[in-house]
């Protein structure tokens, strides 16, 4: 059996207590941060809490050469494996599944809060109003300059049918600017993101739901953890603010409903002047 098993959104204590059974139950526990970690925590304190040893696998050590994973599951009775957030929220967890069922290993799914419930939460931006998400990656990431024209493209595809976008931000662990490094880690901020997104957008005049080219964005920073920070403005006054440490994710919203524009004052501190009208 192979229990993939999300810790939630922060620390180790975020994880469903469902997950926190099958890790303790578990005869091995595998586990990758490179497409997203706990902020509030570490690898060693995840192990203490828990009771267990926990084998960390690097991109390579889950895409390309997974076979202890699976032999362990095949072989060793319960193997889980874990991710932050919910563990299928990544094409390489869904891969890593699929390999296990060419293998005739039994699997299973105990989920994890996930990064985009908290932003509608946090937000007060109604979750069933999100389009495609997106990741804005570092620039020296995609090989350019600025933002890669498929980011635009959703922002402005899900803005045209008044949909809010979700921005997930870069984190580049074990490579760098100049190639492959494990001692490299880097997490893109939301000030960097908004700066970055207008520049693009705002010159571009790409128009936001009232005609205006001035676009909002609103950040959310360590959700999940007991002081998560949230705010919302123009993206070029976002990106003089410092919101701390990370994780960050970037909202970027489409029409607002009456409720979304309250909340977003109430609960976010946005200047009303800076949103567009309500529809």
Known sequence: MLTFVGLGLYDERSITVEGRDALQEADRVFAEFYTSRLAGTTVEALEDH?????????????EQDPESILDAAASAGDAVFLTAG????????????????????ETRIVHGTTAEAAAASLSGLQNYRFGKATTLPFPYAHGGEGVPGSVLETIADNRERG?????????????GPD?????????MTADVAAGLLADELDT???????????????????AGSPEPLVAADRLAAL??????????????????????????VELTGAPEAALPDPV
């Not at 926990?54 to 050590?61: F, L």
């Not at 571009?204 to 360590?222: E, H, K, N, S, W």
């Open 204 to 222: 571009a005049g790409v128009a936001d739901a009232a005609g205006g080219v001035d676009t909002v964005g609103v950040v959310v920073a360590r």
């Open 163 to 175: 949909l809010h976008t979700l921005v997930y931000l870069d984190i580049k662990v074990g490579t």
């Open 86 to 105: 919910d563990p299928m929220i990544s094409t390489t967890h869904v891969d890593l599944r699929l390999r296990a069922a060419d293998r005739g290993i």
């Open 179 to 187: 190639g492959p490094d494990p001692d490299h880690e880097e997490y």
């Open 50 to 62: 828990h009771g267990v040893d926990i084998e960390v696998r690097d991109r390579e050590g889950v």
């Open 239 to 264: 990106a003089d603010r410092d919101f701390g440490e990370p994780l960050h994710l970037l909202v970027v919203p489409g029409d607002l409903h009456l409720l979304e524009h309250e909340a977003l």
